[in-house]
Structures are given as structure tokens and as C-alpha cells.
């Protein structure tokens, strides 16, 4: 790798990892990184905040290419806001296991997480235009990360969320019935 920052190294090598679907060792991670093995615990505390950190760093990436590609402007405000927040709970179904791994290995540890952030953002700032109200609006913010919440207790309790909310989503067509219900609670 050319790269001078071996942090960065560390991150990208554990990015091709994942995109491989695999899990590496901590030697292969160094290996591949061109680092000493010390290195991995320097820079961050071990190999599962690594990985973490690397699959919150896939999950912005794709955030950002789902956003430039599905969210265009020809649509209304309205139907932004149905589609991305359709996007974000079929990935917490549909990928639960991912989804939760992240939640348990970055937020769980009290680190930053970005693409739930960059989510939020999203949802709220889609939230304020639906409402006609500016963006850092404490209320926008609010129904936004209630909205998240909601998908996140999604891909966390994946197996029994029909059980302990109610809530049929079995199927894409009663994942998407949820979904509306969940803006329409929210008043959107």
C-alpha cells in the first residue's frame, strides 16, 4: 500500500476485507496493511473497533451513492422522504445481522457513528422541507431520530419484532405498510 498513514491503511485493508466478505485475523490485517500488528491497538483498541469502524465507513459510502442516485429532485419532498426511509428499513431488515454488528461494535462502544448520523441528517433535513421549517429545527431532529430509533430496534430484535411490537413485517409489502405507519405516527 503507498499510503503513508497507517491508519488509513488499517481502514482500507479492513474495508477490502469486508467487501470480500470476509473476517480477517489481526495478522492478516497487518499483513495486508503493511503494519506492525501493534498498530491495529494504537490506533484503535483493538480489531473488532477496526472493523467497526470499517463497516460504518461502508455504510456512509453507500449511504452517499444511495443518496445521489435514488434521491432526485423530480420527485416531491414526500415521496423522498417514503423512499429513503423504505431504503433505510429494508436494510435493517435485510440486513440485520450487518446492521446489528455495527450497532453492537460502534454505538454500543461509544463510538461516533457516522451513517446513523448522516441517516438522521437526511431524515431531518427531508423532515423540515415536508414541514416548511429550517433543517436544525429541534423537532425535525427529534422525529427524525425516532424514525432511526425505530429501525434500528428493527435490525436488533430482527427475529422478534413481530412478537414485541405487533408489527407484521415478514414480507417486503408489510415492511413497507410499517414503514408508512411510522411517517404517519410521526405526523409525515
Not at 481502514?11 to 470480500?20: D, G, N, R, S, V
Not at 427529534?142 to 411490537?165: D, G, P, R, V
Request: net charge negative; charged share 20%.
Amino acid at each position: 500500500m503507498s499510503n503513508d498513514d497507517p491508519k488509513k491503511r488499517l481502514m482500507t485493508a479492513a474495508m477490502a476485507f469486508l467487501q470480500q466478505g470476509q473476517t480477517p485475523t489481526v495478522r492478516e490485517l497487518a499483513a495486508k496493511a503493511d503494519v506492525n500488528i501493534a498498530s491495529i491497538n494504537y490506533y484503535f483498541n483493538g480489531k473488532d473497533n477496526l472493523i467497526a469502524q470499517a463497516l460504518d465507513e461502508a455504510a456512509v459510502q453507500d449511504l452517499e451513492r444511495w443518496f445521489e442516485s435514488a434521491l432526485d429532485d423530480s420527485l416531491s419532498i414526500r415521496d423522498q422522504l417514503i423512499k429513503l426511509t423504505h431504503f433505510l428499513a429494508r436494510v435493517h431488515h435485510n440486513y440485520s445481522k450487518i446492521a446489528r454488528l455495527q450497532l453492537t461494535l460502534v454505538a454500543f462502544k461509544d463510538l461516533p457513528e457516522k451513517a446513523t448520523s448522516l441517516a438522521i441528517k437526511k431524515l431531518a433535513e427531508l423532515i423540515a422541507r415536508r414541514l416548511f421549517l429550517p433543517p436544525e429545527t429541534p423537532v425535525c431532529m427529534l422525529k427524525a431520530s425516532t424514525l432511526m430509533a425505530s429501525l434500528h430496534y428493527l435490525s436488533i430484535f430482527h427475529h422478534q419484532y413481530h412478537e414485541m411490537t405487533g408489527q407484521d413485517v415478514s414480507s417486503p409489502e408489510a415492511l413497507e405498510a410499517h414503514t408508512m405507519r411510522l411517517l404517519e405516527t410521526l405526523g409525515l
